[in-house]
């Protein structure tokens, strides 16, 4: 069976949380296979790509343990691609531009009660979700050093000024 999650608009680091929470539980609960549709979602920022990157590690570690997991992406758009390829990310997804979606009798229907409540994420939560994927971004590809370096930095002293404890270096996203 299939998980599809549709994600509409812009995915941030608003959402990277609950997304993140999701996806773990599903996981956790057997799932395994995982399509995001993504044809109505017309950006996503870095924090929301890395979130997706240290999902996408964790399943295809599971699919090399002889396991059948796998992160798709279906219907991104050329500017959402864009940003996957330029991260150094793409590996880590299988993308499919297929004519349709799924069929709804493919996917799994998820039983509310069993998912997590909602409940927004505080904001040393958020600070450290960005903080762990900023951090894997550049792990994962040294040409985004530049890019995130600032922001890493910025995260950390947020932290350090919140009481919160800093995430350790590397993949630490799942």
Same mark, same amino acid.
């Given at each position: 069976?299939?998980?599809?999650?549709?994600?509409?608009?812009?995915?941030?680091?608003?959402?990277?949380?609950?997304?993140?929470?999701?996806?773990?539980?599903?996981?956790?609960?057997?799932?395994?296979?995982?399509?995001?549709?993504?044809?109505?979602?017309?950006?996503?920022?870095?924090?929301?790509?890395?979130?997706?990157?240290?999902?996408?590690?964790?399943?295809?570690?599971?699919?090399?343990?002889?396991?059948?997991?796998?992160?798709?992406?279906?219907?991104?758009?050329?500017?959402? /691609?864009?940003?996957?390829?330029?991260?150094?990310?793409?590996?880590?997804?299988?993308?499919?531009?297929?004519?349709?979606?799924?069929?709804?009798?493919?996917?799994?229907?998820?039983?509310? /009660?069993?998912?997590?409540?909602?409940?927004?994420?505080?904001?040393?939560?958020?600070?450290?979700?960005?903080?762990?994927?900023?951090?894997?971004?550049?792990?994962?590809?040294?040409?985004?050093?530049?890019?995130?370096?600032?922001?890493?930095?910025?995260?950390?002293?947020?932290?350090k000024r919140?009481?919160?404890?800093?995430?350790?270096?590397?993949?630490?996203t799942g």
């Amino acid at each position: 069976m299939v998980v599809c999650i549709k994600i509409a608009g812009r995915a941030s680091f608003h959402c990277s949380v609950e997304f993140k929470t999701l996806v773990t539980t599903l996981w956790q609960q057997g799932q395994t296979r995982f399509i995001l549709d993504l044809s109505d979602c017309q950006l996503m920022d870095s924090t929301f790509l890395g979130v997706m990157a240290g999902l996408g590690i964790k399943l295809n570690a599971e699919r090399n343990g002889n396991g059948q997991a796998s992160l798709e992406l279906w219907h991104a758009s050329s500017r959402v /691609a864009d940003l996957i390829e330029n991260l150094g990310i793409s590996h880590l997804f299988k993308t499919v531009s297929a004519p349709s979606a799924p069929a709804t009798a493919d996917c799994n229907r998820v039983d509310p /009660a069993g998912l997590p409540t909602g409940t927004p994420a505080d904001k040393n939560e958020i600070s450290r979700t960005c903080l762990e994927a900023h951090r894997l971004l550049m792990e994962l590809n040294p040409n985004n050093v530049p890019k995130f370096k600032d922001v890493t930095r910025f995260l950390e002293e947020d932290l350090k000024r919140q009481g919160g404890s800093n995430p350790a270096p590397g993949r630490g996203t799942g």
